[in-house]
C-alpha cells in the first residue's frame, strides 16, 4: 500500500514568514495527525482530526498555526508568521481510528526558521 | 500530565551484547507503542503492546509491558550494526484516542 505522502521535503523561510505543509494519508485511514519533533526530542502532536473534524488541537500554536482536512482526507499545516523556534520536522501520521492500530509516519517536512 | 521517560537517552554497545531501555509512563494507560527512526528517516512501528504482560519479539528485539508498574522494556539480544537507530515508545492518552506521547528517545550506536 501506498505510505503517507508530505510535501515538501524540506524548506527554508525567514522569520515572520509563513509556509504551507501537505500531508495524504493512507487510503481510508480516518485519523490524521501533524507532529512537531524538534532536534533530538520525540515527537510532539499538534492536532489530530477524525476524518474532517478536529479532535485534539490543544498543543497547537493557535496564534500562528492552523491546520484543516477538508473532505476528510488530505490536510494542511500552515504557520504565519514563522518563528526561529519554529524550525523542526513536521510530521504527518495517519491510522485506521480504531484505538488499537499504530500510527503510519510520513517522511516529514524539515523546516528551517533563518 | 501524562509523561513519559525513557532511558537511556543515548546508548553505545558492542555488536553481540546485550542491552535492555527503559519506558516509564505516568498514568494509567493498556496500551503502549515501540517505534523505530532511522537517521533522517520517519518512524517505523515495531511493536503493539495491547495488555499486561505483553511480550512481543521481532529477531534480535524484544519487548513488553507491565501496566501495573507502568513500564515497558525494549531488549536488544546480540546487537548488530543494523540495530543503530533512535528508538521511542509511545503511550495513548485515552482508551479510545491514539493521541500519542512519545518519550525523547534513545539513540542507538552499535559498535562493531
Known amino acids: 500500500e501506498a505510505g503517507v505522502a508530505q510535501s515538501p521535503r524540506y524548506k527554508i523561510i525567514e522569520k515572520r514568514q509563513s509556509v504551507a505543509f501537505w500531508c495524504n494519508p493512507i487510503s481510508g485511514h480516518a485519523t490524521l495527525y501533524w507532529y512537531q519533533q524538534i532536534l533530538g526530542q520525540g515527537p510532539k502532536l499538534l492536532i489530530q482530526?477524525?476524518?474532517?473534524?478536529?479532535?485534539?488541537d490543544s498543543q497547537l500554536p493557535k496564534d500562528r498555526f492552523s491546520a484543516e482536512r477538508l473532505k476528510g482526507v488530505d490536510s494542511t499545516l500552515k504557520i504565519q508568521p514563522a518563528k526561529l523556534e519554529d524550525s523542526a520536522v513536521y510530521l504527518c501520521?495517519?491510522?485506521?481510528?480504531?484505538?488499537?492500530?499504530?500510527?503510519?509516519f510520513g517522511n516529514g517536512t524539515r523546516l528551517t526558521v533563518t | 500530565e501524562l509523561k513519559v521517560e525513557q532511558n537511556p537517552l543515548f546508548l553505545s554497545m558492542q555488536e553481540g551484547k546485550n542491552y535492555t531501555i527503559y519506558c516509564n509512563y505516568s498514568?494509567?494507560?493498556?496500551?503502549l507503542y515501540w517505534y523505530r527512526q532511522d537517521p533522517g528517516k520517519s518512524l517505523e512501528s515495531l511493536f503493539v503492546?495491547?495488555?499486561?504482560?505483553a511480550v512481543k519479539q521481532e529477531g534480535r528485539l524484544m519487548a513488553s509491558l507491565d501496566t501495573k508498574a507502568r513500564l515497558s522494556t525494549l531488549h536488544i539480544t546480540a546487537a548488530v550494526h543494523d540495530l543503530s537507530a533512535t528508538y521511542f515508545c509511545?503511550?495513548?492518552?485515552?482508551?479510545?484516542?491514539?493521541?500519542?506521547?512519545f518519550g525523547a528517545g534513545t539513540r542507538l550506536t552499535v559498535k562493531p
Open positions: 509511545a503511550v495513548p492518552l485515552g482508551y479510545n484516542n491514539n493521541d500519542m506521547r
Open positions: 498514568t494509567t494507560s493498556d496500551r
Open positions: 501520521a495517519s491510522s485506521f481510528g480504531k484505538n488499537l492500530s499504530p500510527l503510519h
Open positions: 482530526f477524525q476524518n474532517n473534524g478536529v479532535v485534539d
Open positions: 503492546l495491547l495488555s499486561n504482560g
